[in-house]
């Protein structure tokens, strides 16, 4: 698929309180209180927005990472922090046109909460949702938080997540987009013939409906979703419009793109209609020399035990205590089922660079992105280019190492320059999510009858 010199990059800006490096929250620069300060993240959503960013994105957990006291007692991420879709709805009102994305469970929800949030959020942000599909992995203790030991199997997370995004569709399906006609004069507040119960019965849920809430602005919040196992990249090409990949070079880049808009083909969907954005870690400089500078900086605050529970993180909580660390992964290793996309993704790094487990450690420990890059604002972009235009993605899901710092230099530095060489907006064109992306309002499933 060729790109036409009007193609636009899409941006993301996903939000990692203090920034994405992992001794982020040491650095002078940092709000250290970040994961609890609103007025952290107004400023942060408003200075993106300025930028003409697609979207914010909040990850999310319903749990405390897993790991000895002593290590998570050194770490910011998943330890204490507002809920996603509060901070998101906190900041519908401060901000007009950038997206607004959080994390959604389909494990540890059930889907008429999860309809009903997003589809408030559609409306509170003027059509600006986007939920971000999650079968949850085993890095955080969620499971326990909701009345069982056991995390499901992957591949039932993915049958109950499948029927959850169908529900969730149907509820939101509930009411005709013109059913609300609030007549003072006859006294008629909606019309009740425009009202659909969806009364699902299925494997995993019994839902009625329908929905309390109106039609969402886009139809159906934005679908997003990140996994990439075989199950996971079905699952995508079946549902997602945005699809958040973790990806190290360009050439696997493009495997995987050409992977997931095949099987969109194949669900027959229009493969332009899923997004592919990979991760992009990123530390940006006026110069390769300051950017350096600045990354190992943020190296140097960085400790073993909190480098390697990071990894284990990266690979859905896998047991690094079983393995020697200063060798690579054993030939004859043997993937867990429950950690399969991000366990294979380290094992194949660390084999092909021939890192030791504690080198790949340290060296990933910078955030959970595929790429992590430090540079000039025009070397940076260099990258961004070629993986746009060589068919190796529709945009990147940006994680500056530090927040405020490494955002003021996204804003001040790379954008300008992807706008001159006429990759990104100068201006938003539309006022909704949907809109920004050139992705369709879907049509209710009644609409006609």
Known sequence: MARSAQDKIRLGLFINPTGHHQAAWRHPSSQADASVNLKHYIEIAQRAEAAKIDALFLADNQGMRNGPPEVVGRVAQYVAGFEPLTLLSALAPVTSRIGLIATGSTTYNYPYQIARKFASLDHLSGGRAGWNIVTSGTATREAENFGTVEHPEHEARYD?????????????????????????????????????????????????????????????????????????????????????????????????????????????????????????????????????????????????????????????????????????????????????????????????????????????????????????????????????????????????????????????LLVPELQRRGLFRTEYEARTLRGHLGLPRPASRYAGN
């Open 160 to 412: 109950r997540a499948s029927e959850f995004v169908e529900v969730c569709r149907g509820l939101w399906d509930s009411w005709d987009d013109d059913a609300f006609i609030r007549d003072r004069e006859r006294g008629i507040f909606s019309d009740m013939e425009k009202l659909h119960v969806l009364d699902h019965h299925g494997t995993y849920f019994d839902v009625r409906g329908p929905l309390n809430v109106p039609r969402c602005p886009q139809g159906y919040p934005l679908h997003v979703q990140a996994g990439t196992s075989s199950t996971g990249k079905d699952f995508a090409a079946r549902y997602a419009e945005m699809m958040f990949v973790s990806a190290q070079s360009l050439g696997n880049a493009q495997a995987l793109y050409s992977d997931v808009k095949a099987r969109a083909d194949k669900f027959g969907r229009d493969p332009d209609h899923i997004k592919i954005m990979p991760g992009l870690a990123l530390t940006v400089g006026r110069t390769e020399a300051e950017a350096r500078e600045k990354f190992e900086e943020l190296q140097s605050l960085l400790t073993l035990p909190v480098a390697l529970n990071m990894l284990s993180m990266r690979m859905n909580g896998a047991d690094l205590s079983v393995y020697d660390i200063d060798r690579p992964f054993p030939d004859d290793i043997v993937i867990p089922p429950q950690s399969r996309s991000g366990f294979e993704v380290m094992v194949e790094r660390s084999r092909r660079e021939k890192l030791s487990i504690r080198e790949l450690a340290i060296k990933t420990a910078g955030s959970l992105a595929g790429l992590t890059i430090h540079g000039s604002a025009s070397q940076l972009a260099d990258l961004m280019e070629e993986w746009f235009r060589e068919n190796g993605c529709d945009g990147f899901n940006l994680q500056p190492s530090t927040f405020p710092g490494g955002l003021d230099d996204i804003v001040t």
